[in-house]
Each structure stands twice: as structure tokens, then as C-alpha cells.
T-cell receptor, first 114, second 113 residues
């Protein structure tokens, strides 16, 4: 069965530190890739997405992610985190043969301290 | 102001009672989804509906039921058959396109006592 793995369950950083959250998926076909963020007390919202083209995609609030097809990875990065980035981050994959469903990873909880 | 509303935000029920969670959207989206979110398990799909009067089971449909009588509404019933119903429930919808970008509601936290 297809799955999405987020190996970092809980990440703690100081402000201005660099961030990289891992995301790997297990499916050999064509995929769409997403990162969603859930700030404390807020809706789950889309951070960025990849459908095709440039494998380096930029999202809101200075986040970016790189799709490496050979590694089945879509890691999320930010060069300098802020306290307001404290949230839970979810990677999700959509298989193009079944566009109805998103498969989510288990999430990474990020805590940023001032 | 377009969006997805879920009510109530917090819900408490006694064990053995059925409970219905509301989800309404005014985005004119065709497809709607229900997810369950548990700590450390991410989001798991319960049911989804692509069009009115049609819905499909997701990965963890047992103990749940849905209806889709109107395009804007997709209520979820948590029945007494659901073994572990205490969780955070999220409703989502999407526009019909090839990208499957889903938009989420604020969620309902259900606690069964």
C-alpha cells in the first residue's frame, strides 16, 4: 500500500536556525505533492504544492520544498525559522491514477523558541 | 466570505450514543472529505463524496456513516459501533481539477465519556 513517511516527529529549534523536515513516499508512479501546516488553534492550510516542472517549489512564509524523484522525497526547508513557525507540518501525496484521495504523513511537530 | 464551517468546535457524548458532526461549505466545491486526526497518526480518511448522493468509504470507515443530500453539506455520524471515537475530526473539500488541493475546516473535537 502507498504510504508517506515523516521521520521527524518532533523538532525543537531556536529562532534563526535552519529547518529541514523530511518526507518520503512509497509509490513509483506520477504524484502530486503537498505540505500542509496546522498552526495552534487554526485550520489546516496549504503551505506549498508540486505538480510538475521545477522541482524546487516555493510556498508561503519563506518555505520551500524540493522534489527529488530518484529518492521519492519532498523535503521542506526554511533557512531561518521564526517563533511564529511553531506548528504541526504534514506532508501529503496524491496519486495521479486516483486523484480523489490524499495520503498524509503522520506529521512533524515543530517548536521554535525565541 | 467563502469557506468550510464545522460545528460544534467541541462535542461531548456518552458512550453508546450516536453523534452527528456538521460540515458545510460555500465554496461550490464538488468533492468533500472527512478525516480523523489522532496524535502521531496524521490524518486518516473516513469517507469522501465526489458528487451529491454519492460517497465512498475511506481507509477507516467502520463505525461511521455519512450522507450527501446537498452539495454544500456532508454530515458525519459517529455511531456506537466505532470502538474509539474520541478524536479530532476534520472536514475538507476540493475543486474539481487535476491537482486535488483540499481546503480544510476548523475541525470538531469529539470526546466520548
Amino acid at each position: 500500500a502507498q504510504s508517506v513517511s515523516q521521520h521527524n516527529h518532533h523538532v525543537i529549534l531556536s529562532e534563526a536556525a535552519s529547518l529541514e523536515l523530511g518526507c518520503n513516499y512509497s509509490y513509483g508512479g506520477t504524484v502530486n505533492l503537498f505540505w500542509y501546516v496546522q498552526y495552534p488553534g487554526q485550520h489546516l492550510q496549504l503551505l506549498l504544492k508540486y505538480f510538475s516542472g521545477d522541482p524546487l517549489v516555493k510556498g508561503i512564509k519563506g518555505f520551500e520544498a524540493e522534489f527529488i524523484k530518484s529518492k521519492f522525497s519532498f523535503n521542506l526547508r526554511k533557512p531561518s525559522v521564526q517563533w511564529s513557525d511553531t506548528a504541526e507540518y504534514f506532508c501529503a501525496v496524491n496519486l495521479l491514477y486516483n486523484t480523489d484521495k490524499l495520503i498524509f504523513g503522520t506529521g512533524t511537530r515543530l517548536q521554535v523558541f525565541p | 466570505d467563502g469557506g468550510i464551517t464545522q460545528s460544534p468546535k467541541y462535542l461531548f457524548r456518552k458512550e453508546g450514543q450516536n453523534v452527528t458532526l456538521s460540515c458545510e461549505q460555500n465554496l461550490n466545491h464538488d468533492a468533500m472529505y472527512w478525516y480523523r486526526q489522532d496524535p502521531g497518526q496524521g490524518l486518516r480518511l473516513i469517507y469522501y463524496s465526489q458528487i451529491v448522493n454519492d460517497f465512498q468509504k475511506g481507509d477507516i470507515a467502520e463505525g461511521y456513516s455519512v450522507s450527501r443530500e446537498k452539495k454544500e453539506s456532508f454530515p458525519l455520524t459517529v455511531t456506537s459501533a466505532q470502538k474509539n471515537p474520541t478524536a479530532f475530526y476534520l472536514c475538507a473539500s476540493r475543486i474539481q481539477s487535476s491537482y486535488n488541493e483540499q481546503f480544510f475546516g476548523p475541525g470538531t473535537r469529539l470526546t466520548v465519556l
